[in-house]
């Protein structure tokens, strides 16, 4: 008998102004080489909440890209069904997973199944989520998760948020939604424009840049209390907040000495350091993963391209050559690869660099691409693009292989940031 491990669902805190009347709605072009074939039988237990989880654990996987999901013909099996592998291979299903709702001692409502690898004739495994009727879809979320880790070897994002910026009707306002662009709730709303939202480690805060106070000045807000607190309100500009890996620190651009540098505070504000020293404009840092070095824009070579420091300060290394434009680095999480927009034929596109080897690839055919933000595993990378005039948002598989278009009618879309791991 395998173990079946017991997670609860906690109902994440945030304190927002309510539900976002703009949902992001989502567009999917392009697939991995080799799909995997997977069946997600119906899960026995309330109907009503069962079509909900496994509606969610079905989108997720056919949105990844890397599954072909084979219709189950209303099966209803559950975590403890005998099953036929035979049947479910003549099917073409490689992979399989039942499961069913039920009420936990407590009231509460379980999320149990299994996933069968219908090849062999085994079980992968199998989990019980706790789960309410408001957290059906991140139950499902989770699920997905798992199937996708246990099936690919590396950790789903499908429980992961994302923050943007939409314009619309004179204002802005910070938004956070699941990966897949539903459940958008506001955290900020302004007349002012509000910009680069940056992602705490840990998922509980936000840094980001507000106008409120007619300059740019950088805040940084807790996402359980609502509360905010000013990190960098210096003369000049205040712009461009990185957290640290430990989510201690923050790496900003200041323009308090003359020409925006880049500059190190703690996350209360205090500890001000200053890192680079040149006689460009240095802006857009970004730690590596490690947290030794910070990866930046600058043009003190004429152009802008980026460059490498320490997290500490000392002699800058310059890292991009190919062009005479290239900005915003975002180095991925598991530190092989460097995301950034490149200028090529007038057209702002967003490329890759393996950093081992140094080659580049450029990964969307569109125009003015800008923000680039990693997901969580290094798979997809979330950026802004202009279609039509309007922003909307954009995922890109690292390989450039699947895309997918996240767009809010009538809204102007912005400012993305991918958040760190389901914690």
Do not use: C
Request: charged share 20%; hydrophobic share 35%; proline share 5%.
């Amino acid at each position: 008998m395998y173990k079946i491990s017991r997670r609860f669902f906690l109902a994440l805190a945030l304190s927002v102004a309510g539900l976002a009347q703009a949902q992001l709605s989502i567009e999917i072009s392009g697939a991995g080489a080799n799909r995997l074939p997977i069946a997600i039988a119906d899960f026995s237990g309330d109907a009503t909440a069962s079509r909900i989880i496994t509606a969610t654990v079905r989108s997720d996987l056919e949105r990844s890209g890397l599954f072909k999901l084979i219709d189950p013909a209303n099966a209803v099996l559950d975590e403890n069904s005998p099953i036929n592998y035979g049947e479910w291979k003549g099917r073409g299903a490689d992979s399989l997973a039942a499961g069913r709702l039920a009420q936990s001692p407590d009231g509460r409502m379980e999320a149990r199944f299994r996933v069968y690898d219908t090849q062999k004739g085994v079980t992968l495994g199998g989990a019980v989520y706790v789960t309410s009727n408001q957290q059906l879809r991140a139950a499902g979320h989770r699920i997905a998760d798992y199937i996708y880790e246990k099936l690919t070897g590396e950790k789903g994002v499908f429980s992961t948020r994302i923050a943007y910026v939409v314009k619309a009707r004179g204002q802005f306002l910070l938004q956070i939604a699941d990966a897949d662009g539903q459940g958008a709730a506001t955290a900020l709303t302004s007349t002012e424009p509000i910009i680069s939202p940056a992602w705490s480690p840990d998922g509980g805060r936000l840094a980001y840049v507000s106008f409120e106070k007619k300059k740019p000045v950088i805040y940084v807000h807790s996402l359980a209390s609502g509360q905010r607190q000013i990190v960098a309100n210096f003369k000049g500009s205040n712009s461009a907040p990185a957290w640290s890996p430990d989510g201690r620190r923050l790496a900003v651009v200041l323009s308090k000495d003359g020409n925006s540098q880049i500059y190190a505070v703690n996350a209360d504000g205090s500890g001000v350091q200053r890192l680079s020293q040149s006689g460009g404009i240095d802006t857009e840092p970004r730690y590596s993963p490690d947290g030794g070095t910070i990866y930046f824009t600058s043009d003190r070579g004429g152009s802008p391209q980026i460059y490498q420091i320490g997290a500490n300060g000392g002699d800058a290394r310059r890292v991009s050559f190919e062009g005479n434009y290239n900005v915003s680095p975002r180095p991925s999480p598991d530190g092989k690869s460097l995301a950034f927009i490149t200028r090529r034929e007038g057209r702002f596109q967003l490329a890759v660099m393996d950093l081992a080897s140094r080659q580049v690839q450029v990964l969307t055919d569109s125009h003015k691409d800008e923000s680039p933000s990693f997901a969580p595993n290094s798979r997809m990378i979330l950026i802004a693009t202009e279609v039509g005039g309007r922003g909307v948002l954009s995922a890109v598989s690292s390989d450039g292989r699947i895309k997918q278009r996240l767009s809010v009618a009538a809204g102007d879309v912005r400012e993305p940031a991918w958040g760190p791991f389901f914690q």
